[in-house]
């Protein structure tokens, strides 16, 4: 019998706030709800914030709230690199990815000419300007001996070649709402981020990659995360059908805002966990606050 599996994923590249919490309270009632399973992940794949200190500060924030997790152990993903090295070397090999070497401030001064001409420049969800694509075609020798010559870069993803693989139109399932009960089917559209970036020189797998590799290799069925990551989704689906992966079904819950109607960050001055605690609100009055007294 399968059951079904949910994971909580925060990155301990800085504090929990609210938004994680209830991200994770609402991953608990869920899982209980649904007679399943909720597992932890630790999305540290940038080794450099992801301190050891931050990620022990993560378990004692969950600790905290009183969340408990299903075995098997909480995963890694700095452990696993190797593991998403086979997955990358696969679109390698299948022709779907390239290196660029453009830098942030080259693309920035590519758009600029392009846009100082009257004509717009395409953009992603989150409103950051497409890459331009001019290495899409660049030939082997080039890349090889700019890679030998240490230049930084980053391996892309062709869109528009993976979007040409595909036999039929990709969808996904999203939850009407977050009682998980009922659901409708979405239309994924990729296209719309442009060549998005699968893995750094620097960093040999990118969010994109990794979540949906991950989602797989812990079974998981259900993906209960914030709303911010709804556009994103066209961009797992895709990965998942290139990669043979399975396809879970996807609810995509409503953000903490603050008083300004801007998503939490620390970055904003933004609460902490830890904050509440140290003035001295218990982890049941914040449940209440967040709206599941009765867990």
């Given at each position: 019998m399968?059951?079904?599996?949910l994971?909580?994923?925060p ?15 609402l991953?608990?009632?869920?899982a ?9 992940r ?7 914030r992801?301190?050891?200190?931050k990620?022990q ?9 009183g969340?408990s997790?299903?075995p ?8 696993h ?15 779907l990815?390239y ?15 392009f ?7 395409p953009?992603?969800?989150d409103?950051?300007?497409h890459?331009?694509g001019i290495?899409?075609?660049?030939d082997?020798?080039t ?5 030998a ?13 993976a979007?040409a693989r595909?036999e039929?139109p ?5 939850a ?6 009922t659901w409708?089917l979405?239309?994924?559209?990729p296209?719309?981020w442009g ?11 990118s969010?994109h ?6 989602d797989a290799?812990q ?7 914030g709303?911010?990551l709804?556009?994103a ?14 396809e879970p079904?996807?609810?995509?819950h409503r953000?903490?805002l603050?008083?300004t ?11 902490s966990?830890?904050d ?8 049941t ?11």
């Amino acid at each position: 019998m399968t059951y079904p599996r949910l994971r909580f994923a925060p990155s301990p590249n800085g504090a929990l706030h609210l938004g994680h919490a209830y991200s994770a309270l609402l991953n608990e009632k869920l899982a209980r709800e649904l007679d399943g399973i909720l597992l932890l992940r630790i999305e540290d794949i940038d080794t450099a914030r992801c301190t050891p200190e931050k990620r022990q500060a993560v378990f004692d924030d969950l600790a905290w709230l009183g969340l408990s997790f299903d075995p098997p152990t909480t995963r890694l993903q700095s452990a696993h690199f190797d593991f998403y090295g086979v997955a990358l070397e696969k679109l390698r090999k299948m022709e779907l990815v390239y290196p660029a070497f453009m830098t942030r401030g080259e693309i920035r001064s590519h758009v600029a000419r392009f846009e100082a001409r009257g004509k717009s420049w395409p953009r992603d969800p989150d409103g950051s300007p497409h890459y331009p694509g001019i290495e899409r075609e660049m030939d082997d020798a080039t890349r090889k001996q700019r890679i030998a010559e240490g230049q930084p870069f980053a391996w892309r993803l062709d869109v528009r070649r993976a979007l040409a693989r595909l036999e039929k139109p990709l969808t996904w399932q999203e939850a009407t709402d977050e009682t998980a009960t009922t659901w409708r089917l979405e239309t994924a559209d990729p296209a719309r981020w442009g060549d998005i970036i699968i893995a750094r020189s620097d960093t040999p797998v990118s969010y994109h990659l990794v979540v949906v590799l991950d989602d797989a290799v812990q079974s998981i069925t259900h993906v209960v995360r914030g709303r911010d990551l709804f556009e994103a989704t066209a961009v797992h689906r895709l990965l998942q059908t290139l990669l043979d992966l399975p396809e879970p079904v996807y609810l995509h819950h409503r953000l903490i805002l603050d008083e300004t109607g801007h998503k939490l960050a620390k970055s904003r001055g933004s609460m902490s966990l830890a904050d509440y605690r140290a003035h001295g609100v218990t982890s049941t009055e914040l449940r209440v606050r967040l709206g599941f007294a009765s867990l």
